[in-house]
T-cell receptor, first 113, second 113 residues
Framework: KQEVTQIPAALSVPEGENLVLNCSFT??????LQWFRQDPGKGLTSLLL?????REQTSGRLNASLDKSSGRSTLYIAASQPGDSATYLC????????????FGKGTKLTVNP | NAGVMQNPRHLVRRRGQEARLRCSPM?????VYWYRQLPEEGLKFMVY????????ESGMPKERFSAEFPKEGPSILRIQQVVRGDSAAYFC???????????FGEGSRLTVL
């Protein structure tokens, strides 16, 4: 059974800092990994999708890496801004066509002005 | 192209009543997933449906909960005889299938008094 863990559970940083969020998963036989952002009381916004054959994906100030063999992914946020404050969720998908996304509990990020 | 539409966004029910949550997938998407998010918890998979078929309901409680995705109309998540522990945010996601990216709705927040 796939389990996804995100560390830290919460993170508070001053504006402008570069930061790394961590995600680990127990079963390395994944199809892809997705990072989401969730604002309080809102839905999920997909940030980056990494296929199992890829090592990283970049979008603007965000960079996500994937090391499938060790069961780890990181989300790197450069030059953080107060608007980045949100909960960041990591989710993995297994290889079977019917596989669902399995989520971690998220990292709650606060960027202080 | 409208996103995944969920309604109602907020629903209040008294214990013992029924709750019906609706999800209209994105245009062209025939696969729907339902997830539940308890306060301070990650998203937990409930059920995966294609048009007129339940593919995986391994995350659905055995009693009181049911889901459908008819040939015409939205997917419905139905909770009978609600209890306070059913209070949560219920998210729907859709995809075109084939392990392609999931897109999430804004969620329906159920409060049971």
């Amino acid at each position: 059974k796939q389990e996804v863990t995100q560390i830290p559970a919460a993170l508070s940083v001053p504006e402008g800092e570069n930061l790394v969020l961590n995600c680990s998963f127990t079963d390395s036989a994944i199809y892809n990994l997705q990072w989401f952002r969730q604002d309080p009381g809102k839905g999920l916004t997909s940030l980056l999708l990494i296929q199992s054959s890829q090592r990283e994906q970049t979008s603007g100030r965000l960079n996500a890496s994937l090391d499938k063999s060790s069961g780890r992914s990181t989300l790197y946020i450069a030059a953080s801004q107060p608007g980045d404050s949100a909960t960041y969720l990591c989710a993995v998908r297994g290889r079977r066509v019917s596989e669902k996304l399995v989520f971690g509990k998220g990292t709650k990020l606060t960027v202080n002005p | 192209n409208a996103g995944v539409m969920q309604n109602p966004r907020h629903l209040v029910r008294r214990r013992g009543q029924e709750a019906r949550l609706r999800c209209s997938p994105m245009k062209g998407h025939s696969h729907v997933y339902w997830y539940r998010q308890l306060p301070e918890e990650g998203l937990k998979f409930m059920v995966y449906l294609q048009k007129e078929n339940i593919i995986d309901e391994s995350g659905m409680p055995k009693e009181r909960f049911s889901a459908e995705f008819p040939k015409e109309g939205p997917s419905i998540l139905r909770i009978q005889q609600v209890v306070r522990g059913d209070s949560a945010a219920y998210f729907c996601a859709s995809s075109p299938g084939g392990q392609r990216e999931l897109f999430f709705g804004e969620g329906s927040r159920l409060t049971v008094l």
